[in-house]
C-alpha cells in the first residue's frame, strides 16, 4: 500500500515529502518481511540501513545505501517535530521522490521473488 500510495502522489510536487515517507514505509515493510520470514525477530526499529544490516546472511539484495541514508533522514524529519521529511538540501524535489520511489520498487520486487522463492 506503501508502495502504491507514493506511486499515486509522485508527481505532485507538494507531496514530495509524503511520498519519500511512503517509499521509506515500503522499504522498511520489505526489510521486515525477510526477518519475518526467516523466523527472526522482528524488532521496534525504522531505519532501513540498521533492518537492510540485520537480514545480511538471510538473502542477498542489490540496495544503493545512499539512498537508504536518505531515507532514514526523511523518516527522522518527517516523524519528530521539525521540519516534515526534509533532506539535509531541504524539501526533496520530484527528482528525489522518482529516485526513492524507483529504490523503494526495486527492493519489493527483489523481496517478493527472494520470499516466493524460498516457498
Known amino acids: 500500500m506503501d ?6 502522489i509522485l508527481t505532485r510536487e507538494d507531496l514530495t515529502p509524503v511520498a519519500a515517507f ?6 522498511e515493510k520489505c526489510l521486515k518481511a525477510v526477518l519475518e520470514e526467516h523466523s527472526k ?16 546472511g538471510l538473502v ?23 521540519d516534515l521529511g526534509l ?4 524539501k526533496p524535489t520530484s527528482a528525489d521522490a522518482q529516485q526513492f520511489y524507483e529504490c523503494a520498487q526495486d527492493i519489493y520486487e527483489q523481496v517478493k521473488r527472494v520470499l516466493n522463492a524460498k516457498r
Open 41 to 56: 525477530k522482528v524488532p521496534k526499529e525504522h531505519s532501513t540501513l540498521k533492518l537492510y544490516g540485520l537480514i545480511q
Open 87 to 90: 533532506l539535509p538540501d531541504g
Open 3 to 8: 508502495l502504491a500510495s507514493a506511486g499515486e
Open 22 to 27: 511512503h517509499c521509506q514505509q515500503c522499504v
Open 60 to 82: 542477498t539484495l542489490a540496495v544503493d545505501m545512499d539512498i537508504l541514508t536518505d531515507l532514514d533522514d526523511l523518516y527522522i524529519d518527517a516523524r519528530y517535530p521539525g
